[in-house]
């Protein structure tokens, strides 16, 4: 029998195996029969759970794979109707015990949120099996590994910076799950972020503006930008965090640096790799910093522990020099901006031999690496040995991806350290999306 090719925006029967890392349900046809008649037969669905048998609507369909979407009731055509439902809504014939109804209204139709079908405690569980599974692949043995609890006020409107997408009616809001269609946030406003409250402050744009960059502060306060307009690469945006304890810090930064997503959870994080570095135990480290961005990490620790920071990353020096720490309305002295060093370290046969140099001139006792989702890797780990022949210290990684972490982390292992301890934080909840950090001590034999 010759297989038909499924298309796009074609609805089909299947049951979900295994709800996977990228908080999609993989699914296969729930008619063995459908297998034969029908290619791909590997389904990646959005909001369904393991054991649950259910309609989906595809979205993309790939060689050997399709993703989809857990279709309603609502929009089956009229030969699907003869079904069993087992949901008022959703076209679900059986319902996992699992399942909780979306605080969102905008749940499968916004593609900003994956896991709020289930409760938060589920979405800790799944993510924690998705941490172990990504260790054990990379044979990267943990000595000790935790999740940091944080507080229920990080869960709701955490996220600080956004992009929101703009139709050719004015609708903004996030793009649809697999699609580039625009869905207006919901009435009863994001869940993530606080759009309900800045509804009154949203800028009117000209008719020809596609997307808008928003960074909003603990204060509600925000700034909105044209994405990579002239405004964009030169507006400023302000921060409060509040650390340690009792200590708040404003920071001045451009709109368009990087900043982690979470400030609740910021004060959590900070206490770790703050923790991690009086482990390591040495006074007054010299710090490797590699991705420092603009240095935030190591300009916070240097409030309350002493270390000498050369940072790497692809900002310009005229970017990081803009920006400004205060506390208690002074401005703190920069003792990052003299020691940082512009380099695109992805690129790592680019890496200048005189920056290699300075590396080696600068003799860091500890490295710091908080690099993007694609990790570190190998190449530009491989380069920067070359300057750092002798290193032997400690290492404290902080990563937002677990796979490139756990390859990353292998790399390390090869070379003789060990992970003494990892914490993970679930700075975005009710997506896939997680953090964590991790101290590497070198095997003393290995020394």
Not at 100 to 119: A, Y
Not at 347 to 373: H, K, S, T, Y
């Amino acid at each position: 029998m010759q297989q038909r090719r499924l298309k796009r925006g074609q609805y089909v029967l299947l049951e979900c195996q295994h709800f996977v890392a990228e908080g999609l349900g993989l699914s296969y046809f729930a008619d063995a029969a459908e297998r034969e008649r029908f290619k791909p037969e590997v389904f990646f669905i959005w909001g369904v759970l393991p054991q649950e048998k259910f309609i989906a609507r595809l979205a993309q369909v790939k060689s050997k794979i399709a993703y989809g979407i857990l279709a309603e009731r609502a929009e089956l055509p009229s030969e699907w109707h003869n079904h069993g439902f087992a949901h008022p809504r959703w076209a679900l014939l059986t319902s996992s015990p699992e399942r909780r109804e979306p605080e969102c209204s905008n749940f499968l139709h916004c593609g900003g949120c994956r896991l709020q079908h289930m409760d938060y405690a589920r979405t800790l569980q799944y993510k924690s099996e998705w941490l172990h599974t990504q260790l054990v692949r990379n044979h990267v043995h943990v000595e000790n590994l935790f999740w940091q609890d944080l507080p229920e006020s990080a869960r709701r409107h955490y996220r600080n910076h956004v992009q929101v997408h703009i139709n050719k009616d004015g609708v903004y809001g996030f793009y649809e799950p697999f699609s580039y269609r625009v869905r207006g946030f919901p009435e009863e406003g994001c869940q993530i972020f606080v759009e309900k409250a800045l509804r009154p402050h949203f800028p009117q744009f000209p008719k020809e503006v596609r997307a808008v960059r928003i960074r909003v502060d603990g204060d509600g306060s925000a700034v909105f930008t044209v994405l990579n307009s002239a405004q964009d690469k030169s507006a400023q945006a302000t921060y409060h965090v509040t650390w340690p304890q009792g200590r708040t810090v404003k920071i001045c930064f451009p709109v368009q640096a990087f900043f982690q997503a979470n400030l609740q959870a910021l004060p959590f994080w900070l206490d770790t790799i703050h923790h991690f570095f009086e482990r390591a135990g040495i006074q007054n480290p010299r710090v490797l910093e590699i991705f420092s961005g603009f240095g935030f990490i190591s300009r916070m620790l240097q409030r309350v522990f002493p270390l000498e920071v050369m940072g790497l990353d692809i900002l310009k020096p005229e970017q990081v020099a803009q920006v400004e720490f205060w506390e208690n309305g002074v401005r703190l002295p920069d003792r990052f901006s003299s020691h940082f060093r512009s380099v695109d370290l992805f690129l790592p046969e680019r890496i200048p031999q005189d920056l290699l140099f300075a590396i080696a001139q600068f003799r860091p006792q500890l490295l710091l690496i908080n690099p993007p989702r694609a990790g570190l890797t190998a190449p530009t780990w491989q380069k920067l040995k070359t300057a750092l022949a002798d290193f032997s210290g400690p290492i404290v990684y902080s990563s937002c991806d677990a796979a490139t972490m756990a390859r990353d982390l292998a790399i390390f292992a090869q070379e003789g350290y060990r992970c003494v301890e990892m914490r993970a934080f679930d700075f975005f909840p009710w997506t896939q999306h997680y953090e964590t950090v991790s101290l590497l001590l070198k095997a003393p034999e290995t020394i």
